[in-house]
């Protein structure tokens, strides 16, 4: 999507994408090898009753569904910063998780005209429509020329 397409409350859908166990295996090994995320066996006996998924790999299927469905392709060039990150339910093995992106705001910077600023919150579900993750994000865009600007 280009920065002039958003508008302050649009909703913007994606997914589902499933998750694997072997996927959240592979990358708990590498970035977050706690026990609960590694062990499948040990799991079972532990708080979650089962293999979760790392917040942080789950925060990464989020990324990767907001580049598939809205910035590839987009004048985006990065982000200051997440606001918040929330972790509300624990992500298994085969859970189809789809993305819901409510734009909050759009705005170009009162400093520089050549910014853009999209301010939104994503959200993701798995296959039962409960909620498992929600960010507040902040996504620049570089507007360069008058002809993005709103």
């Not at 409510?102 to 039962?128: A, K, M, P």
Request: hydrophobic residues 40%; negative net charge; aromatic residues 10%.
């Amino acid at each position: 999507m280009k920065f002039n397409e958003f508008r302050n409350g649009m909703v913007i859908n994606h997914g589902p994408v499933v998750i694997t166990e072997q996927e959240m295996l592979d990358y708990a090994r590498l970035y977050d090898p706690q026990w609960f995320h590694t062990d499948p066996v040990k799991a079972k006996e532990g708080r979650w009753g089962g293999l979760i998924a790392s917040g942080w790999q789950t925060c990464g299927l989020a990324m990767r569904m907001v580049v598939e469905k809205v910035l590839y392709d987009s004048e985006s060039f990065g982000s200051p910063g997440v606001e918040r990150v929330r972790w509300i339910l624990p992500v298994r093995p085969n859970d189809a998780l789809r993305l819901e992106i409510t734009v909050d705001s759009v705005r170009v910077s009162s400093s520089r005209e050549d910014l853009g600023i999209v301010r939104w919150t994503w959200r993701l579900y798995n296959q039962r429509d409960e909620q498992v993750l929600e960010m507040e994000v902040t996504s620049l865009f570089d507007l360069g020329e008058s002809q993005f600007r709103q």
